[in-house]
């Protein structure tokens, strides 16, 4: 049996705020954007640029109990980890597009890593993987 995690939902204030967050601020591309009329929402799916990556899923908050967990989606706890092939680009690239690090970047025996929040507050980690790190399929295996 193969499984593979496609979806990720990501709890937004607004659709459009958050595509042009994913899409201007991190690089990642809009794999679908299609209104479904009978539940008045959108089915809005954003993609980080590299292969085999699950996809977020941008749900909008609709419910006060939603709306209370947009940026809060895990406690505040570090919420993805977005692996790249070349941190030092990336991470330049980020701080130029105006991404908050709330911890600067430090070489890990896992790789290098560095702490950003996004528009909403979530934290992520943004990783460069060592050899090491990382299994033939490019699965992490973290500390």
């Not at 990642?28 to 640029?49: M, S």
């Not at 809060?72 to 130029?96: K, P």
């Not at 430090?106 to 460069?128: C, H, M, Q, S």
């Amino acid at each position: 049996m193969q499984q593979v995690l496609a979806l990720i939902s990501f709890l937004v204030r607004e659709y459009d705020e958050a595509i042009a967050y994913f899409t201007e601020t991190l690089g990642f591309r809009l794999v679908e954007d299609t209104f479904i009329p009978n539940q008045n929402k959108r089915w809005v799916v954003v993609a980080p640029p590299g292969p085999g990556a699950a996809n977020l899923l941008l749900a909008r908050a609709s419910t006060p109990e939603q709306v209370s967990c947009v940026g809060r989606q895990t406690g505040g706890r570090v919420f993805l980890f977005l692996h790249t092939d070349d941190f030092s680009r990336d991470f330049q690239d980020y701080v130029e597009r105006g991404v908050v690090f709330v911890r600067q970047p430090t070489e890990e025996p896992w790789g290098k890593v560095a702490v950003f929040r996004d528009l909403y507050g979530n934290l992520w980690d943004l990783i460069e993987p060592t050899a090491k790190a990382a299994t033939p399929n490019n699965r992490w295996r973290g500390p």
